[in-house]
T-cell receptor, first 112, second 110 residues
Framework: NAGVTQTPKFQVLKTGQSMTLQCAQD?????MSWYRQDPGMGLRLIHY???????DQGEVPNGYNVSRSTTEDFPLRLLSAAPSQTSVYFC???????????FGSGTRLTVV | RKEVEQDPGPFNVPEGATVAFNCTYS??????FFWYRQDCRKEPKLLMS???SGNEDGRFTAQLNRASQYISLLIRDSKLSDSATYLC???????????FGGGTRVLVKP
């Protein structure tokens, strides 16, 4: 099993550009989440999903969209990139939230 | 007040020594608790869940005190490879929203 796979690993965007961060898991996990990690801020929840077709906002959802058309995939879309979105993004999945989450290796995004 | 608070450290620990640190949480309805380990520029990895009765995994012992709303992690016989940032993580009653503490950095030195 590959676990949680995130692509790309690194990305540089110009202000105003849009892009999609990909996240896929092969563990048949229902729960998936996106986090961003900034120095001094810890990990903060952007959006999460408890199953295909179901998504909800986390702590910092502004500027991001998600969809969950399949159990395996949970892409994160940046609509119009801003320098404040420069961060490391982690996708995570869990069979059921109380059992802990498995994280992908992250995407390092720089917006210039 | 942050929902999950940790002493950022660093805790400088001689190899072979014991180190312990706590994490406090504000939501009394929180249902599940975890310690994650994060190495520099890597993803967080689950170290252990924390159960009400306390639990042990090798050199690591976790405790939960619901009355005072804190969890603790103790590392015995510290190894150089234990150097990392340890993240306290709390899962809300909804079962899916993890809240992370800022992390406690541990440096084990020879």
């Amino acid at each position: 099993n590959a676990g949680v796979t995130q692509t790309p690993k690194f990305q540089v965007l110009k202000t105003g550009q849009s892009m999609t961060l990909q996240c896929a898991q092969d563990m048949n996990h229902e729960y998936m989440s996106w986090y961003r990690q900034d120095p001094g801020m810890g990990l903060r929840l952007i959006h999460y999903s408890v199953g295909a077709g179901i998504t909800d906002q986390g702590e910092v959802p502004n500027g991001y969209n998600v969809s969950r058309s399949t159990t395996e995939d949970f892409p994160l879309r940046l609509l119009s990139a801003a320098p404040s979105q420069t961060s490391v993004y982690f996708c995570a999945s869990s069979y059921e939230g109380h059992y802990g989450y498995t994280f992908g290796s992250g995407t390092r995004l720089t917006v210039v | 007040r942050k929902e999950v608070e940790q002493d950022p450290g660093p805790f400088n620990v001689p190899e072979g020594a014991t180190v312990a640190f706590n994490c406090t949480y504000s939501n009394s309805a929180s249902q599940s608790f975890f310690w994650y380990r994060q190495d520099c520029r890597k993803e967080p990895k689950l170290l252990m869940s924390v159960y009400s009765s306390g639990n042990e995994d090798g050199r690591f012992t976790a405790q939960l005190n619901r009355a005072s709303q804190y969890i603790s992690l103790l590392i015995r016989d510290s190894k150089l490879s234990d150097s990392a940032t340890y993240l306290c993580v709390v899962n809300e009653a909804a079962g899916n929203k993890l809240t992370f503490g800022g992390g406690t950095r541990v440096l084990v030195k020879p």
